[in-house]
């Protein structure tokens, strides 16, 4: 069995290294705080849908990818099976089941035209895993197969929607089908890497850390020198994206390697899964390291004792106390 990820949320800030059993759950990104498309806790799975062309509502406006789109009202009796279409082909990677996706979207209710969410208003798009449980079924099958840059509209029945139970926050009823709009951004899974531009790292009393984005673990070679007392957050890819805030969820690949013999003791790598968590529930040095650091950039980060694990390392663990740690770090996204 495959040990779950250090960087799981525990109380007073430390992250933990928990025993073997199902890491499924910990690496998971976390639902958007907007009523769709995430997925209910309770809902089950339901047989995969068949899909079809339609029927399908027209965009009346904001046709281009990226612009708040209108939709029109649907018309007739929406299909009983998954309706897609591809309205923008894009030319990025394709989208694969499992994989996290950035995208902006709007849904609205087939019989209404109502607008019950959209994160085009919002100016932040929505980052979610195409995984069982925290997504809806008909996102998992409608994008799966799509490529980055696309526009994808989709007609959802309640069966691979929110159920006959709806979603009430939204005002959505158990018998209604949902239309969504969605522009897919990108995408991110086990092997992508940050693309920022490569920073000098002309300082030989720190770790070196490999600049590869071919989405493999990059080389830490850590120097046979004293560490350093106080924390050290350095760009070693600097991307171009928006700053880390405090109060920010991240998606990332990292590996942590220790500061007294350059070995190994966790990688998102090795999972082969990229790991989501909120800043505010990880060990003090990567909140403090990563805030005000750009999205798609590779950081290394070491952590003295103080802001890492002090005197109680995770039970278990290669880490010994009052060890000081290092990371590579590639802020792949804002949750």
Same mark, same amino acid.
């Given at each position: 069995? %495959?040990?779950?990820? =250090?960087?799981?949320?525990?109380?007073?800030?430390?992250? !933990? =290294?928990?025993?073997?059993?199902?890491? /499924?759950?910990?690496?998971?990104?976390?639902?958007?705080?907007?009523?769709?498309?995430?997925?209910?806790?309770?809902?089950?799975?339901?047989?995969?849908?068949?899909?079809?062309?339609?029927?399908?509502?027209?965009?009346?406006?904001? +046709?281009? @990818?990226?612009?708040?789109?209108?939709?029109?009202?649907?018309?007739?009796?929406?299909?009983?099976?998954l309706a897609v279409e591809t309205v923008i082909v894009?030319?990025?990677?394709?989208?694969? +089941?499992?994989?996290?996706?950035?995208?902006?979207?709007?849904?609205?209710?087939?019989?209404?035209? &109502?607008?019950?969410?959209?994160? @085009?208003?919002?100016? *932040?798009?929505?980052?979610?895993?195409?995984?069982?449980?925290?997504?809806?079924?008909?996102?998992? #099958?409608?994008? $799966?197969?799509?490529?980055?840059?696309?526009?994808?509209?989709?007609?959802?029945?309640? *069966?691979?929607?929110?159920?006959?139970?709806?979603?009430?926050?939204?005002?959505?009823?158990? !018998?209604?089908?949902?239309?969504?709009?969605?522009?897919?951004?990108?995408? @991110?899974?086990? &092997?992508?890497?940050?693309?920022?531009?490569?920073?000098?790292?002309?300082?030989?009393?720190?770790?070196?850390?490999?600049?590869?984005?071919?989405?493999?673990?990059?080389?830490?070679?850590?120097?046979?020198?004293? $560490?350093?007392?106080?924390?050290?957050?350095?760009?070693?890819?600097?991307? /171009?994206?928006?700053?880390?805030?405090?109060?920010?969820?991240?998606?990332?690949? #990292?590996?942590?390697?220790l500061w007294a013999d350059g070995k190994e003791f966790?990688?998102? #790598?090795?999972?082969?899964?990229?790991?989501?968590?909120?800043?505010?529930?990880?060990?003090?040095?990567?909140?403090?390291?990563?805030?005000?650091?750009?999205?798609?950039? %590779?950081?290394l980060i070491v952590i003295p004792p103080a802001l890492? #694990?002090?005197?109680?390392?995770?039970?278990?663990?290669?880490?010994?106390?009052?060890?000081?740690?290092? @990371?590579?770090?590639?802020?792949?996204?804002?949750?």
């Amino acid at each position: 069995m %495959r040990r779950r990820s =250090l960087l799981l949320a525990v109380p007073a800030g430390l992250v !933990t =290294l928990a025993g073997c059993g199902d890491d /499924d759950k910990s690496d998971k990104a976390k639902s958007s705080d907007s009523p769709s498309p995430s997925a209910s806790p309770s809902a089950s799975a339901p047989p995969p849908p068949k899909i079809v062309d339609g029927p399908l509502p027209g965009i009346t406006g904001g +046709e281009k @990818f990226g612009e708040k789109p209108t939709v029109a009202k649907g018309s007739g009796d929406p299909s009983k099976d998954l309706a897609v279409e591809t309205v923008i082909v894009g030319t990025g990677r394709t989208v694969a +089941e499992n994989d996290f996706v950035q995208a902006h979207y709007l849904g609205q209710i087939w019989s209404s035209a &109502k607008v019950f969410d959209n994160s @085009f208003d919002r100016k *932040t798009p929505l980052v979610i895993q195409l995984a069982q449980g925290q997504i809806i079924d008909g996102w998992r #099958y409608a994008l $799966a197969g799509k490529k980055v840059g696309s526009r994808v509209e989709m007609a959802v029945p309640p *069966t691979w929607g929110y159920g006959t139970s709806g979603n009430a926050q939204a005002g959505i009823k158990g !018998t209604d089908t949902l239309v969504f709009v969605v522009d897919i951004q990108e995408a @991110f899974n086990g &092997k992508s890497s940050a693309k920022g531009t490569a920073v000098a790292q002309d300082n030989i009393d720190l770790p070196k850390v490999g600049t590869n984005t071919d989405g493999k673990a990059p080389s830490i070679e850590v120097p046979k020198k004293a $560490a350093p007392k106080k924390l050290v957050a350095n760009y070693i890819l600097e991307g /171009d994206g928006d700053e880390v805030a405090e109060s920010d969820s991240l998606l990332v690949q #990292y590996k942590g390697v220790l500061w007294a013999d350059g070995k190994e003791f966790d990688s998102s #790598y090795s999972r082969g899964q990229l790991t989501s968590f909120p800043l505010a529930q990880v060990v003090k040095g990567w909140a403090q390291g990563l805030t005000g650091k750009k999205v798609g950039s %590779r950081v290394l980060i070491v952590i003295p004792p103080a802001l890492g #694990y002090g005197d109680n390392p995770p039970q278990g663990s290669s880490i010994k106390k009052d060890s000081v740690l290092v @990371f590579s770090v590639d802020i792949l996204a804002k949750m």
